[in-house]
């Protein structure tokens, strides 16, 4: 828990922490329609990895009645929704979209803090001029640059900011921007919301609270201070007094080093054969390898798990899975052969398997890793090939060159069938315009 800061009685407001949170509306749907203008205004949903169900829904989906989770199967065929765009998840555009914003809030405010990958709390403390303006100019320009609609709120602290983002976002009338610095504005606010919309405070909290007689915001900071702590412990407290206009929440300009790293995937159709299942394994350790290079990190527990379809009853079930240390490591052919010597006990024949993956756990800094005595890879010759393998797929696009056991045609691979293009991370798939 950060320290929580209460502003002293001489204090300027202009001094006092201001924080803003900005998020892109119906982010995934929004990346499809930058690219593709006769979107806007369009039932939009984008699909879980293979098309298995909703994950993003644009204004006009919401409005047909699309649930997030409905399953796309079930839902497709319906007639109520045959103008409705679907599109399979594209995590490059996406992620490259995300940081395109990133880049224009660093060129207009002091500190930027990436939350998600469509959210980012703001440094709007003592910045000059109509704060209001700004606000409305950087939402303008992130659209204008980025191609992405927003919302922002802002206000003393994070927890704050993060419900006057939602207030803004749900009341068409504000268009976009939510200003809860003024006591008196968030007064009027609590009093009719309920507990249940604050940042951290969950469905299991808010029955809770509502047990204990607290439903609205104005309830739940009106709480006696050693009650509420009792009710929700510290946790609790901390939020009270972020509502309270207290700070306890400070920017964390360094994201937390990762605790584990996760590759898990369905496979686009049951794989059946051994040679398919270990293909699909090598992949995913190898994927799992170049995660833990791009953050400078080893590896040094891992786990290998693969299932059956448990949504299918009349096939037969079976799961499995196998844990152990590793040898601190990120190189990716290292990291195959650990997986596969895991994944062998767990191979049953004549099972039609649904989903594996490989997780990566005990994440130690590469840099910190003293040398081993006996080391089973060479760690020289191993940087070297890593180095070489990273810097062309960097430069041609991921998977130009990789290990020959991860497969080459990849008939296993998860079913993207409605991809978009790639339009800013592959040469061969961007945009062209035409002039004359």
Not at 34 to 51: I, K
Not at 296 to 312: E, I, S
Not at 356 to 380: E, K, N, W
Not at 383 to 398: E, P, Q, S
């Amino acid at each position: 828990m950060g320290r929580c800061r209460r502003p002293g009685p001489n204090q300027r407001v202009g001094t006092m922490p201001i924080f803003g949170l900005i998020d892109g509306n119906s982010f995934y749907c929004s990346c499809e329609a930058a690219f593709d203008p006769t979107l806007f205004g369009q039932a939009v949903v984008v699909l879980s990895n293979n098309d298995g169900c909703a994950i993003a829904r644009s204004a006009g989906a919401k409005a047909l009645g699309i649930k997030m989770g409905d399953p796309w199967h079930l839902v497709r065929s319906k007639r109520e929704l045959c103008g409705v765009h679907w599109f399979s998840s594209n995590y490059p555009l996406y992620a490259d979209l995300s940081r395109r914003i990133y880049q224009v809030l660093t060129d207009r405010v002091p500190r930027v803090e990436p939350y998600s990958i469509d959210e980012m709390f703001l440094d709007l403390t003592a910045l000059p001029g109509n704060l209001f303006e700004r606000c409305r100019q950087i939402r303008a320009d992130v659209l204008r640059i980025a191609k992405i609609p927003t919302c922002l709120g802002w206000g003393p602290t994070k927890t704050i900011a993060k419900l006057a983002n939602s207030i803004a976002k749900h009341e068409p009338g504000l268009l976009g921007l939510c200003d809860l610095t003024n006591p008196a504005v968030r007064a009027a606010y609590y009093a009719r919301l309920p507990a249940a919309e604050v940042w951290g405070i969950g469905s299991r909290t808010a029955e809770k609270l509502e047990r204990a007689g607290v439903t609205t915001i104005a309830d739940f900071v009106a709480m006696d201070s050693k009650t509420l702590r009792d009710l929700l412990t510290v946790v609790g407290a901390r939020i009270q007094a972020e509502l309270l206009g207290v700070s306890c929440l400070p920017l964390s300009l360094m994201a937390p080093t990762r605790k584990g790293i996760a590759v898990t995937r369905s496979f686009g159709h049951p794989v059946t054969t051994w040679q398919e299942l270990r293909e699909a394994v090598a992949a995913y350790a190898s994927r799992a390898g170049e995660k833990l290079r791009t953050e400078g990190l080893q590896a040094c527990h891992m786990a290998v798990f693969l299932q059956t379809n448990p949504h299918k009853p009349d096939e037969n079930w079976h799961s499995g899975q196998r844990a152990g240390r590793i040898e601190p490591t990120s190189d990716s052919m290292t990291l195959i052969r650990e997986a596969l010597r895991m994944l062998r006990p767990l191979w049953r024949g004549g099972h039609r398997y649904f989903k594996a993956g490989v997780i990566l756990s005990d994440l130690v800094l590469a840099r910190d890793q003293p040398a081993m005595l006996f080391a089973v890879t060479d760690p020289v010759k191993s940087a070297k090939i890593m180095t070489a393998l990273d810097a062309v797929n960097a430069r041609y696009g991921r998977g130009t060159l990789r290990p020959l056991a991860t497969g080459i045609e990849r008939t296993w691979s998860t079913r993207h069938d409605r991809l978009s293009p790639r339009y800013t991370t592959s040469l061969k798939e961007m945009l062209v315009a035409t002039a004359w």
